[in-house]
């Protein structure tokens, strides 16, 4: 493959839910043309395998499969739904461990649970070498402070839809895990631009999370798949580069992360 012919991978997308039932096709076909070739889709619960695994196996050369629990998932039941994860884990492979992690956006419940539901998965993404796919919404710090705990060489991994500063940025990083920048970048005021202004590019991955957090100039809209070139111009602008490095170096670092899983695709054919 060379440097002309990496084409862009969407790190982070829940092609398989509801807004995308009726017209799945024609929006991977938009994604394929913009040359995003390559779909992970984090699964939530217990509720959302199923449709995950039926939109794999139907376009398994492009879109691929995680297992984890969500936090906004993590109720008093949580056990019962980790109890299906380990389930799905022993029996097949998926490209990772996610989505999981800590979010305070709606309260804090079950944050008790939140933490020890992270640190359950956090052991299994190391039994079964899998890279994590963290959600950290309004609970950032807690959250490197957890992985600060239990990192170790078999422990890596994604900050998924990273919105802090420079610091939480330099002890992800400093971690050996990887920022996914998503839409956010591209909002006026985010203030990604002067967090990722040290790090970098190495460090960073592309993602979506279709279908919410649309980029300008679709905010507010269904996000989709093909707004990954979108992303990757603003930080192209970000870091005064060219577009077509962007999606070199984070298609390679995507291969980094989740290489067992995307080398056996088509990415490098």
């Not at 929006?27 to 699964?43: D, G, K, W, Y």
């Not at 870091?239 to 989740?258: C, G, H, M, P, S």
Request: glycine share 4%.
């Amino acid at each position: 493959m060379t440097d002309n012919t990496y084409p862009f991978v969407d790190t982070h997308a829940h092609i398989y839910l509801e807004p995308f039932q009726k017209d799945l096709s024609d929006t991977l076909e938009r994604a394929f043309s913009e040359e995003v070739t390559q779909i992970i889709m984090p699964n939530i619960d217990h509720t959302t395998i199923e449709a995950m695994l039926a939109v794999e196996a139907k376009y398994s050369a492009h879109c691929l499969a995680t297992m984890g629990l969500h936090p906004c998932s993590v109720k008093k039941d949580f056990e019962r739904e980790l109890y299906i994860v380990e389930e799905w884990l022993s029996k097949r492979s998926f490209t990772a461990l996610g989505e999981m992690g800590t979010d305070l956006y709606w309260d804090q419940t079950f944050l008790a649970q939140q933490k020890e539901a992270f640190t359950i998965q956090a052991a299994w993404a190391k039994k079964y070498q899998l890279p994590l796919i963290i959600h950290c919404r309004d609970s950032i710090d807690l959250t490197i402070d957890l992985v600060e705990t239990l990192k170790d060489e078999n422990l890596n991994g994604v900050f998924h839809c990273f919105t802090g500063d420079a610091i939480q940025a330099e002890r992800i990083t400093k971690l050996g895990f990887f920022l996914g920048i998503g839409g956010i970048v591209t909002f006026k005021n985010a203030g990604l631009a002067q967090a990722l202004t040290d790090i970098p590019l190495e460090h960073i991955i592309l993602e979506t999370d279709s279908p919410y957090l649309a980029p300008t100039p679709y905010r507010g809209k269904r996000n989709e798949s093909s707004y990954i070139p979108l992303i990757a111009q603003k930080v192209a602008d970000i870091y005064q580069i060219d577009v077509a490095k962007v999606r070199e170096q984070t298609t390679k670092n995507a291969l980094k992360l989740f290489g067992k899983a995307i080398l056996s695709s088509n990415l490098t054919s």
